[in-house]
């Protein structure tokens, strides 16, 4: 069974640092693409950084120099380092595969971790 299973999430007070991990299993994820995504209350579920096969990568404008992805095929696990963390970027989020990081249907969606950036 294709799975996706997000950690990582927490409160963190502004300015401060998050590791997202998105862990595979049921697959190996060296030929996949895998995004991140966030949804905050209200709002609808927004890319926020992808990483191809060939570990090119992709960020949303919101959070270019800020985040960075990352994988580990020998743990089969994507990462995504959120330093300089602001309250708007509390939301769920969530990781998915796709073949190619545009233009391509996401899925196996995983369940999200919560992160909540607040003093």
């Known amino acids: 069974q294709v799975q996706l299973v997000e950690s990582g999430g927490g409160l963190v007070q502004p300015g401060g640092s998050l590791r997202l991990s998105c862990a595979a299993s049921?697959?190996?994820?060296?030929?996949?693409?895998i995004g991140w995504f966030r949804q905050a209350p209200g709002k609808e579920r927004e890319g926020v950084s992808c990483?191809?096969?060939?570990?090119?990568?992709t960020y949303a404008d919101s959070v270019k120099g800020r985040f960075t992805i990352s994988r580990d095929n020998a743990k089969n696990s994507v990462y995504l380092q959120m330093n300089s963390l602001k309250p708007e970027d509390t939301a769920v989020y969530y990781c998915?595969?796709?073949?190619?990081?545009?233009?391509?249907?996401?899925?196996?969606w995983g369940q999200g971790t919560q992160v909540t950036v607040s003093s």
């Open positions: 998915a595969i796709a073949t190619h990081c545009t233009g391509a249907p996401w899925g196996s």
């Open positions: 049921g697959f190996t994820l060296d030929d996949d693409a």
């Open positions: 990483i191809s096969s060939s570990d090119g990568s």
